[in-house]
């Protein structure tokens, strides 16, 4: 199947470290994405992991993938009111079609 | 990366009209997709348009109802035919500009329906 699945909500406080975590079903994934999308607005990449890294990290932003369990996690320190938005994992699979399988998408609160 | 603009932002529309979504990109790309986001939920592949040919749909869709141009590397259209309430969504372009191997897309702001 291709079921990529999310937690609805986190509420985390102003400066304290998010995780977001992502499951998938698909092992035959080749890169997997994390997507921000803010009230009113459409989808920014954020980051993504190709299918054979363990770990990416880019500013405050730190992606662990764990293949084998197939899990994916987005951790972002120190985390701002600004980044309050929800969040959607995804992935695109090896059969050349270039689809993207979404998240349910979790619901990000940042509390001042 | 691509910079995408979508007309119009936002609408309401009365059920039983049609109406048309431009995406426009700044840059020409490989492949442009069409997405619907339904109101809370996640986004679900419409379409790939592709250029010069019928646009490729996902099972659920079909093109009577999601009719989809691309007449060139920079621009696509999507129409909602005989809209419905249940029509109601937001509809996004997304773009895959083909410069990459990480098959990165990259998204439109989105068209907010409303249909009553």
């Known amino acids: 199947g291709e079921d990529v699945e999310q937690s609805l909500f986190l509420s985390v406080r102003e400066g304290d470290s998010s995780v977001i975590n992502c499951t998938y079903t698909?092992?035959?994934?080749?890169?997997l994405y994390w997507y921000k999308q803010e009230p009113g607005a459409g989808l920014q990449l954020l980051t993504y992991?190709?299918?054979?890294?363990d770990m990416k990290q880019d500013q405050r932003l730190t992606v662990l993938l764990n293949k084998k369990d197939k899990h994916l996690s987005l951790r972002i320190a120190d985390t701002q009111t600004g980044d309050s938005a929800i969040y959607f994992c995804?992935?695109?699979?090896?059969?050349?079609?270039?689809?993207?399988?979404f998240g349910t998408g979790t619901r990000l609160k940042v509390l001042a | 990366s691509a910079v995408i603009s979508q007309k119009p932002s936002r609408d309401i529309c009365q059920r039983g009209t049609s109406l048309t979504i431009q995406c426009q990109v700044d840059?020409?790309?490989?492949?442009m997709f069409w997405y619907r986001q339904q109101p809370g939920q996640s986004l679900t592949l419409i379409a790939t348009?592709?250029?010069?040919?019928?646009?490729?749909?996902e099972s659920g869709f079909v093109i009577d109802k999601f009719p989809i141009s691309r007449p060139n590397l920079t621009f696509s259209t999507l129409t909602v035919s005989n809209m419905s309430p249940e029509d109601s969504s937001i509809y996004l372009c997304?773009?895959?500009?083909?410069?990459?191997?990480?098959?990165?897309?990259?998204f439109g702001p989105g068209t907010r329906l409303t249909v009553t």
């Open positions: 997304s773009v895959l500009p083909g410069a990459s191997a990480s098959y990165e897309q990259y």
């Open positions: 698909d092992s035959s994934s080749t890169y």
């Open positions: 992991i190709f299918s054979n890294m």
């Open positions: 995804a992935e695109t699979l090896s059969s050349g079609t270039y689809k993207y399988i």
């Open positions: 840059s020409q790309v490989t492949m």
């Open positions: 348009a592709n250029q010069g040919s019928e646009a490729t749909y």
